[in-house]
């Protein structure tokens, strides 16, 4: 990476040619915006529309009051829950894709990324109309029961009591299911690219030095996907963790995220400059997450 | 009931099939203990399908693989007797040279105290004291070589598993190894088993080699005997090289042998070779026993040396191709007959590469010990 064609210092020109546009992008519609916001987060409401930045940190303050810390938390452990369940259903997923038949392996990866290609709206109604009192889901466990029901009246015993529904949606176990289905094709496709590059001959050193499957998975394989864990569990998170349309769509009234306050406040509750500093305090969050992350791998290349 | 010596590895009748594509063919053969076996032949023939099997990564469609005499058809690789050097190395790149080396020991529950010291020994073993707490990226192909080596040796296995060995080494380097892995087999005294496509490392290493041709053994003999007694024209052509004319036996007695190569003339062999008289055979004469002259000069050696009836054992052609290779030189010489002979001559002197040259009509000579009969 130190040719005299990679060093941008002693290619200026070029160089700038080729990053002005993408620069100009990110300050006009990610920066200013952003900006905006963050000095909004200083500010209060004057006006039904108009907004003082006096520089009062009145707004964090609230922020980190208990009553919107708890929320807060709460969705961090929501999301480490829903990036948990991720990783295990996930991890074994990639595997079964490294180890299928190359001939399988692109039809494998698009039946993964075909979510991607639906509208998440669609998907989430899609997944709320399975589980609903009157979804597939209900009729399916009523159709168990009244199997067990048949088969108990068969052997002479008392049939069971007619089957009544299962709540399934609007509940924190619903809303940790609709995160899960979102956001496992993120948990899958990193670990099958660190998978996939795992030399396959190493597994097999493992297996002839004596150790069996279990100690291999465990010696060799996590060890040697760790990179693709850590960028599975990143992308997984922190989208997770502000989550908006699953919790508002399929939780109940005590499963709201962070990311639903802060839509209260800009829309409902028109209070930006409070928002603002909620949302602030989420990407500041996030921020400590992916230092946390990167600190971590130069420590693994410090070792090296 | 006395214990006769029992080969190490015992082959009988294995096959694998993968699909429609039969790998292995109905092989058997037994590998001696302590021998350096070599299973030799050209890429998709099957031999690493068979040294995979012996690991067992694969399991053969037919036949079974005796190890020490214990049937190896349901033992999983992580519990034969026998370890394995990738062509890859495949030395884990998450662990130093100590945690490698040490890995199969730590797996296997052997103590601490022990673990280090057989460690230390096997690097000694590989040459690589100095070099414990090196990570794999820190180091060249050859060192990684040595640490799977150190790895597989630590486990003190019954036999060792190469693949293709030398294959990723430069060309100083893998004349080195060669010599180090056959010291190394030779103090360590565990039965090796490397394949390899590379006749020169089969020639050099091997106290026996086993030709494999899709997926069946061609021949399995000493390196010298496969050179100079090779079984068919697959053998004769892939070690080393040959020049091969067909022909038709004329004469065949216990002591002497004469077969008619339309191609090259005359052959006379001073030994019989036992084939049906007025056989299709064929005669494989290696470049280096074939002696070049002036015009004229190869009829009056061939007659002094009295060891062939008069006009036997002589062909003329012309120079069409010359290779200086610094010890020998190569020469392409079209027969009289259009067919090509390959003549290799060394350069005993500074200048006798200046002896011929293109073009040049040249007439040559061979001792009656030299071509070899094949029958097939």
């Not at chain 1, 300050?27 to 209060?44: E, H, N």
């Not at chain 1, 839509?263 to 989420?282: C, I, M, T, V």
């Not at chain 2, 100083?172 to 090796?192: H, N, P, S, Y």
């Not at chain 2, 073009?359 to 010990?369: L, Q």
Request: a neutral charge.
């Amino acid at each position: 990476m130190s040719g005299p064609m990679q060093d941008w210092k002693s290619q200026k020109k070029p160089f700038a040619a080729v990053a002005t546009a993408p620069v100009f992008w990110l300050a006009l519609f990610f920066i200013a915006p952003m900006t905006i916001v963050w000095l909004y987060s200083f500010g209060q409401n004057a006006g039904p529309a108009d907004i003082d930045i006096s520089g009062t940190l009145d707004n964090y303050k609230r922020a980190t009051e208990w009553l919107y810390l708890s929320i807060f938390l709460k969705s961090l452990a929501v999301a480490a829950l829903t990036t948990l369940i991720c990783l295990i259903i996930g991890f074994p997923v990639a595997m079964a894709i490294t180890f299928a038949a190359p001939k399988w392996r692109p039809w494998l990866l698009l039946g993964i990324m075909l979510p991607f290609w639906t509208n998440l709206l669609i998907r989430t109604y899609a997944l709320m109309a399975l589980m609903g009192t009157n979804g597939y889901m209900n009729k399916g466990l009523g159709g168990l029961w009244e199997g067990a029901s048949w088969l108990r009246t068969l052997v002479g015993m008392q049939p069971l009591e007619a089957w009544t529904p299962v709540q399934l949606l609007y509940n924190n176990f619903a809303v940790v299911l609709g995160l899960v289905y979102v956001h496992l094709p993120f948990m899958v496709l990193p670990l099958y690219s660190a998978l996939d590059r795992l030399d396959k001959s190493l597994i097999e050193a493992s297996l002839d030095l004596g150790a069996g499957h279990f100690k291999t998975f465990m010696q060799v394989v996590v060890p040697l996907a760790a990179p693709g864990i850590v960028a599975g569990v990143m992308i997984t998170l922190i989208p997770a963790l502000g989550a908006y349309l699953t919790p508002d769509l399929m939780g109940g009234t005590d499963s709201q995220m962070i990311a639903n306050v802060i839509e209260r406040q800009f829309k409902r509750a028109n209070d930006w400059p409070f928002g603002a500093a909620l949302s602030f305090l989420l990407i500041y969050a996030m921020f400590i997450l992916i230092a946390l992350q990167s600190m971590r791998s130069n420590k693994v290349k410090e070792a090296r | 009931m006395t214990e006769a010596k029992q080969p190490i590895i015992q082959i009988r009748n294995v096959s694998k099939r993968f699909g429609k594509v039969t790998a292995v063919d109905n092989v058997s053969l037994d590998i001696r203990a302590g021998e350096f076996f070599v299973l030799l032949g050209p890429s998709g023939c099957g031999k690493t399908t068979l040294l995979r099997m012996i690991a067992g990564f694969e399991l053969p469609t037919e036949g079974q693989i005796l190890i020490d005499g214990q049937d190896m058809s349901h033992v999983p690789p992580n519990k034969r007797p026998v370890n394995m050097v990738f062509q890859s190395y495949a030395v884990f790149p998450h662990m130093n040279v100590t945690d490698n080396v040490g890995y199969g020991l730590r797996i296997s529950g052997v103590s601490k105290g022990q673990i280090r010291d057989r460690v230390a020994e096997a690097l000694e073993l590989v040459k690589l004291g100095g070099f414990e707490d090196r990570m794999p990226d820190q180091m060249s192909g050859g060192q990684r070589q040595r640490v799977a080596l150190a790895r597989s040796l630590v486990m003190r296995p019954k036999v060792l598993l190469l693949d293709e060995p030398l294959s990723a080494l430069d060309a100083k380097l893998r004349a080195q190894m060669q010599f180090e892995l056959a010291d190394l087999q030779d103090k360590v005294g565990i039965t090796f088993v490397t394949v390899t496509h590379d006749q020169d490392e089969a020639l050099s290493m091997a106290s026996r080699v086993a030709v494999i041709n899709k997926g069946e053994v061609a021949q399995l003999a000493p390196p010298s005997d496969l050179y100079e007694y090779p079984a068919n024209r697959f053998v004769a052509d892939f070690v080393g090289s040959v020049n091969i004319f067909e022909g038709t036996l004329t004469l065949d007695e216990p002591d002497k042998a004469a077969v008619d190569c339309p191609g090259l003339g005359k052959v006379y062999l001073n030994h019989g070779v036992t084939g049906p008289h007025g056989a299709n055979v064929w005669i494989a004469l290696r470049p280096e026993k074939i002696y070049l002259h002036v015009p004229g000069a190869g009829k009056a050696v061939r007659a002094a040396a009295q060891d062939a009836p008069d006009g036997h054992n002589l062909a003329r052609g012309t120079i069409k191709g010359m290779s200086y290779l610094g010890d020998v030189t190569l020469y392409d010489i079209q027969l009289e007959g259009g067919q090509i002979i390959r003549v290799s001559r060394p350069n005993l002197s500074r200048h006798d590469q200046e002896d011929f040259t293109w073009d040049d009509k040249v007439s040559m000579h061979w001792r009656a010990d030299s071509p070899v009969v094949l029958l097939s």
